[in-house]
């Protein structure tokens, strides 16, 4: 049985981080590309980062790029997403999802979302 698990959300100030992890069980992370999108209430799901499987290559949204960072660790089955500079707007509900083994899309299971809200 397929299972993605968010986690790492939270209140956090304009300015500061979090690392959110996506925890994968029933498949083998290492082999599955894992997509995070978000949603903020009121708009559409952006996607916001993916790494592939095929070779490792990763990609962020615009609005993201040069203060989000994604990783994996096999080992763990887990994949993370720091997020550093945050701000207001990145305040949305994060889902991680798994897909084929590059980040073109096809996504085929999402976990349950952790809510980010970025105030002062």
């Known amino acids: 049985q397929v299972q993605l698990v968010e986690s790492g959300g939270g209140l956090v100030q304009p300015g500061g981080s979090l690392r959110l992890s996506c925890a994968a069980s029933?498949?083998?992370?290492?082999?599955?590309?894992i997509g995070w999108f978000r949603q903020a209430p009121g708009k559409e799901r952006e996607g916001v980062s993916c790494i592939s499987s095929s070779d490792g290559s990763t990609y962020y949204g615009d609005s993201v790029k040069g203060r989000f960072t994604i990783s994996r660790d096999n080992t763990k089955n887990t994949v993370y997403l720091q997020m550093n500079r945050l701000k207001p707007q990145d305040t949305a509900v994060y889902y991680c999802t798994v897909g084929g083994s590059s980040c073109i899309g096809g996504w085929e299971y999402w976990g349950q979302g952790t809510q980010v809200t970025v105030s002062s």
């Open positions: 029933g498949f083998t992370l290492a082999y599955r590309a």
